[in-house]
T-cell receptor, first 114, second 116 residues
Framework: SQTIHQWPATLVQPVGSPLSLECTVE??????LYWYRQAAGRGLQLLFY??????ISSEVPQNLSASRPQDRQFILSSKKLLLSDSGFYLC?????????????FGSGTRLTVV | AQTVTQSQPEMSVQEAETVTLSCTYD???????LFWYKQPPSRQMILVIR??????QNATENRFSVNFQKAAKSFSLKISDSQLGDTAMYFC?????????????FGKGTRLSVIA
């Protein structure tokens, strides 16, 4: 069965420090991968998505970057965090096919920048 | 571009009652998928129900059902016999049929509180 792992669950980082959030998928090949951010009590903002190794599409210009070094690994990074980077970060995956069953989401990372 | 609108930021319902969450969308596509996701206080996103636009029959999953009105571009979620565990944010989402690489488009969400 397919599973998605996202870590860490919680992170408190000082302003100006680097960031690395990791997401891995098991049980499927060549998934589409997504990073979303959610401010408290708000909707989902798509940050990046990837349809293959090394292929990254950015939806919102900002202080973050994403990489996909392996087929089932998706990493969200920042060189220097800002206070505005605080939020809840969700990774998700989907597969292409004749039918679509939407996304499967990871359990999320709560990032607080202090 | 597709848009999804959830006009009710917050709703509440008494336990065991029925509640309907509204969702409208805008698209020029004829074939697509629609979804409702639930995000409880744990913040885990959970797929509640899925509807294929080319199917006229409304999808149902236990106490959850949808009223899909394609001509009106409306996709409401009905929760019957509401339970305390239904307290969550609910997101409506749209995906083009065989969309290739186009991501899901989400609404801004409706916060539902089930009151004992």
């Amino acid at each position: 069965s397919q599973t998605i792992h996202q870590w860490p669950a919680t992170l408190v980082q000082p302003v100006g420090s680097p960031l690395s959030l990791e997401c891995t998928v098991e049980g499927t090949s060549n998934p589409n991968l997504y990073w979303y951010r959610q401010a408290a009590g708000r909707g989902l903002q798509l940050l990046f998505y990837s349809v293959g190794i090394g292929q990254i599409s950015s939806e919102v210009p900002q202080n973050l970057s994403a990489s996909r070094p392996q087929d089932r690994q998706f990493i969200l990074s920042s060189k220097k965090l800002l206070l505005s980077d605080s939020g809840f970060y969700l990774c998700a995956w989907s597969v292409l096919g004749p039918e679509s069953y939407g996304y499967t989401f990871g359990s999320g990372t709560r990032l607080t920048v202090v | 571009a597709q848009t999804v609108t959830q006009s009710q930021p917050e709703m509440s319902v008494q336990e065991a009652e029925t509640v309907t969450l509204s969702c409208t969308y805008d698209t020029s596509e004829s074939n697509y998928y629609l979804f409702w996701y639930k995000q409880p206080p744990s913040r885990q996103m959970i797929l509640v129900i899925r509807q294929e636009a080319y199917k006229q029959q409304n999808a149902t999953e236990n106490r959850f059902s949808v009223n899909f009105q394609k001509a009106a571009k409306s996709f409401s979620l009905k929760i019957s016999d509401s339970q305390l565990g239904d307290t969550a944010m609910y997101f409506c989402a749209f995906m083009k049929y065989r969309s290739g690489n186009t991501p899901l488009v989400f609404g801004k969400g409706t916060r539902l509180s089930v009151i004992a």
